[in-house]
């Protein structure tokens, strides 16, 4: 996770703050994730000789958000998940969110220049796409008729 660190704290400095372990370490977690993290995995996934606390990783994750260094994901379970953003990757992208065990991945190829039709006087901000369904894993064991309960 060495290179994910150095990465964290080039990403952090570009903003202009201050670079801490805390910040550091989160958010070298998000850049090494294959996938997006609840507060408990990136609790658990962190460094426990660093001993950062869970009000700090709230704090942490929502400076990490407001700076676009990462985005938080809402899912049908209300259990926000967070994913790093790719440097110079602060476009829109769609979502996969797995029903049966709720993993959550980001996909590339969503048109960054979708335009809903809102009514006179509305102004979109942003746009999240979020698509369901079946993961690889869960697909293939429902296949199988290994049905997994979400």
């Known amino acids: 996770m060495r290179a994910s660190r150095r990465n964290a704290e080039d990403l952090i400095r570009s903003t202009g703050e201050r670079v801490t372990a805390a910040r550091a370490e989160i958010l070298a977690l998000l850049l090494a994730a294959p996938r997006a993290l609840t507060h408990r995995e990136i609790e658990e996934g962190l460094d426990a000789s660093l001993a950062i606390d869970r009000v700090t990783v709230y704090r942490v994750l929502e400076w990490l958000t407001e700076q676009h260094l ?3 994901i809402s899912a049908d379970d209300r259990v926000w998940r967070f994913n790093a953003v790719p440097a110079a990757d602060d476009r829109q992208h769609a979502h996969f969110h797995c029903t049966a065990c709720g993993e959550v991945i980001c996909l590339e190829g ?11 006087g509305y102004a979109p901000q942003s746009l999240e796409v979020t698509i369901k369904g079946l993961c690889s894993g869960c697909g293939t064991a429902r ?3 290994l049905r997994q309960t979400p």
């Not at 969503?110 to 006179?120: K, T, Y």
């Open 143 to 145: 296949r199988r008729g």
């Open 110 to 120: 969503l048109n960054p220049e979708i335009r809903p039709r809102l009514p006179a």
């Open 70 to 72: 990462a985005h938080k």
